[in-house]
């Protein structure tokens, strides 16, 4: 029964901390943010995916009821590395804002 609990309080953070990294990266998009934000809220972004996954794969060592969670989770860190992906690209293909850094 433990172990249920924890797996749906575990499933419920995943779905969260998706939506909070949409919700970021639309906020991002819509403000038209500086590349520089964008860098710190990506490399942000990565360690909090890295501390989560270790802390997740942990679990899933000693609880084979968090495979579904890890799962969802790695979408979510799929879903946020991708829209973050795709924006840097556009960053960096913009010759401009690249000059701009560069300077």
């Known amino acids: ?3 249920v609990v924890t797996w749906l309080m575990l499933m419920v953070v995943t779905y969260c ?3 909070f990294y949409v919700s970021i990266i ?3 998009v819509d403000e038209q943010a500086d590349p520089e934000l964008w860098a710190v809220i990506s490399v942000g972004i990565a360690v909090t995916n890295l501390v989560a996954m270790i802390t997740i794969n ?3 060592l000693g609880f084979l009821a968090y495979g ?3 799962i969802a989770y790695l979408m979510a860190v799929l879903l946020s590395t991708g829209l ?3 924006k840097m690209q556009d960053i960096w293909n913009n010759d401009e804002l690249v000059k701009r850094l560069k300077s």
């Open 1 to 3: 029964m433990i172990g």
């Open 68 to 70: 579904l969670a890890g």
């Open 58 to 60: 942990t679990m899933l």
């Open 17 to 19: 901390l998706a939506g």
């Open 84 to 86: 973050v992906m795709h």
């Open 26 to 28: 639309r906020w991002l």
